[in-house]
């Protein structure tokens, strides 16, 4: 059944003969529409939420096929007045990112906000557990005063006290994930005509390496820091390494590098799969002073030589450079290593946008980058120690260096699979790690969907069976997300309920002036300039012109472009709606459309002239490219 047929088809007129269909066997339909009938009488009169309740709670699990699933959903909200039906609690629940294996997007157990008795003590009960949540429960008065109520009914106000308080705001995340400066900053922020939005963490030095490789409160040295395997070594035993050993193995790599003899400061790139050696020799160049170079692993010569020309790189890591018959190269024996600490604004890291001009912009990260990809990790994917979070990446996008830091500064593991994720070696994988937060795109799933790679294996210690999936948006010059899910909200199918935390976001009319917050609309996306980690400058570009030129003024700054087309809805969600240049949104990366062509251009001398063209699916999901 399609996704337009289901939505139009209430519980009501679904017959045993649906369910069979959908089921892919005519056994168990009878007695699973028996058990569909009993839930809506029973909690037809509460509305549709409390009626998809009942269905995840008495009719479905996780076993039970996705169509089915789908078009009870639709079912339940057929008719609905909103363009954005919830399909998540707020109820702060242990959650997944992104999806779960069964590739149900939000298709979550519904915790009323309105409800009364017992499933409201349990949201608020669950509210308590998040990261967030035990911040406001014991310091809510102090920073909303009487207008703290509870987690879930404060969190709208507790994002404007992110954005209007940044000085107790990230001083509490800093403290609560544990950042140590060697060098504490004169205070949070400044203001400085030389840094749009004002200056962050002035005078602070500090190393982000080095905070993930230390042992901190409630973590301990042989808490698991990587957990992997290899492709082709599905039945063989997982690999972990502790954060005591991860540490020695970053010492060892940085203590090489400094026999290069090279200035700190130098670029030194990094083409790999993301293994634990490229996350070894990741760390060691941060926390040696150099400057990481995040070149994509799929890229083909002419590009990774233009990236490499871009950053002047005076060295770069490759697989066969490090690797000998599957082992790592004795370059040099050591155990430790003193970080080398720098000021806030030294660059770490040089990433590349996915193209939106002939060449990619050179993004600069900070120190203070890491900062808000940890941030992220802890307030909207609730990242703590304990959890093992896997991401579908590499080190050549901005999620690959934000895995390392979300993960490892929250005191987390990291899974890491050195294979194809379109496998069923992967799933296994992710049962046998016990990954309980999976990040991913959509198009991975809709490959899993067509292969069925996925099936028979147990996922259950991912948080998500029926809880809200966490959708993020964001990009490679703000180190993390502007826009987000949230565990205190209810969440909607391919939606945003928030602002990231500290982040204020506008959609511009087309005159190019910002709508009012509270108001319905579709435009190109801008943003407060003040948030931390974003980018202030680009190696081959003029950052004003790209990001302020021309833009319109709110409360007395100058807005952000960011260069998405967004919409917000008259629930208060946003939807995304891509790139409002020539770029395309394929499989999860932004692509250019001229990048595209020249390439085609060059296949064969016969080929006058090519266009690409994004084309979006009437299912929703990145575009499929057409030439």
Not at 204 to 232: F, Y
Not at 242 to 265: I, T
Not at 314 to 320: E, L, N, R, S, Y
Request: contains cysteine.
């Amino acid at each position: 059944m399609d996704h337009t047929a289901a939505a139009h088809m209430p519980l009501g007129a679904i017959t045993v003969d649906d369910i069979a269909a959908a089921l892919g066997a005519v056994e168990g339909a009878a007695a699973m529409h028996a058990a569909l009938r009993r839930a809506v009488d029973a909690r037809g009169g509460d509305g549709p939420a409390a009626v998809w309740g009942e269905l995840t709670r008495a009719v479905l699990r996780p076993g039970v096929p996705f169509a089915v699933h789908r078009m009870l959903y639709y079912g339940c909200y057929a008719g609905f007045p909103s363009a954005t039906p919830p399909a998540g609690p707020p109820t702060g629940e242990h959650t997944s990112l992104v999806m779960n294996h069964n590739h149900m997007i939000a298709l979550s157990e519904i915790h009323n906000q309105n409800a009364q008795g017992n499933k409201q003590k349990k949201a608020r009960e669950e509210a308590v557990l998040t990261n967030v949540g035990r911040v406001l429960e014991a310091r809510g008065r102090e920073f909303l005063g009487e207008a703290y109520k509870d987690p879930i009914a404060s969190f709208d106000e507790f994002h404007k006290f992110s954005i209007e308080n940044p000085e107790v705001y990230w001083k509490t995340v800093f403290e609560e994930i544990g950042i140590a400066f060697s060098v504490e900053p004169s205070c949070i922020l400044r203001k400085n005509d030389a840094y749009p939005g004002g200056e962050w963490l002035p005078g602070a030095v500090l190393n982000a390496a080095g905070n993930c490789l230390t042992a901190k409160p409630g973590r301990s040295s042989d808490d698991v820091a990587i957990v992997w395997r290899d492709e082709g070594k599905d039945s063989e035993p997982l690999n972990f390494v502790a954060l005591e050993e991860l540490r020695k193995k970053v010492c060892l790599v940085a203590n090489a590098l400094d026999a290069l003899n090279l200035a700190k400061g130098s670029a030194i790139a990094i083409d790999m799969p993301m293994n634990v050696n490229a996350v070894v020799i990741y760390l060691a160049i941060v926390l040696a002073g150099y400057v990481v170079v995040s070149i994509a692993d799929s890229f083909a010569a002419p590009a990774i030589s233009m990236r490499i020309k871009i950053s002047e790189a005076k060295a770069i890591f490759t697989q066969d450079y490090i690797l000998q018959d599957d082992k790592e190269l004795p370059l040099y024996r050591a155990d430790s290593y003193t970080a080398v600490e720098q000021p806030a604004y030294a660059f770490t890291n040089i990433l590349f946008s996915s193209g939106t001009t002939g060449e990619p912009k050179a993004i600069p990260w900070t120190h203070l980058t890491p900062l808000k990809s940890a941030a992220d990790g802890w307030c909207h994917m609730d990242i703590r120690r304990g959890d093992v979070v896997a991401w579908l990446t590499n080190l050549g996008w901005m999620m690959g260096p934000w895995l390392v830091y979300a993960s490892l500064l929250n005191g987390a593991s990291m899974a890491l699979y050195n294979g194809s994720s379109n496998s069923s070696g992967f799933a296994k994988f992710v049962q046998d790690a016990k990954v309980t937060i999976l990040g991913l795109v959509p198009s991975i799933v809709r490959s899993w969907k067509s292969t069925d790679c996925t099936a028979g294996f147990d996922w259950s210690n991912i948080r998500a069976c029926y809880k809200p999936v966490i959708e993020y948006c964001g990009g490679t010059e703000i180190g993390g997300g502007f826009v987000a899910g949230f565990l205190l909200q209810p969440q909607a199918l391919s939606t945003f309920s928030t602002p990231a935390m500290g982040c204020n976001m506008f959609i511009l009319d087309n005159s190019g002036n910002p709508l009012p917050q509270d108001s319905t609309g579709t435009g190109e996306l801008a943003l407060d300039p003040t948030f931390l980690g974003a980018s202030t400058t680009l190696l081959n570009a003029d950052h004003h012109e790209v990001y302020f030129s021309g833009m319109p003024e709110w409360n007395g700054k100058v807005l952000r472009r960011h260069g998405d087309e967004f919409e917000r809805t008259a629930d208060g969600y946003c939807r995304a709606h891509g790139r409002t240049d020539d770029t395309m949104n394929l499989g999860g990366i932004k692509v250019s459309s001229i990048e595209i062509e020249r390439i085609c251009n060059k296949v064969n001398d016969t080929i006058l002239e090519t266009a690409a063209i994004g084309v979006p699916p009437l299912e929703g999901g990145p575009q499929q490219l057409a030439i």
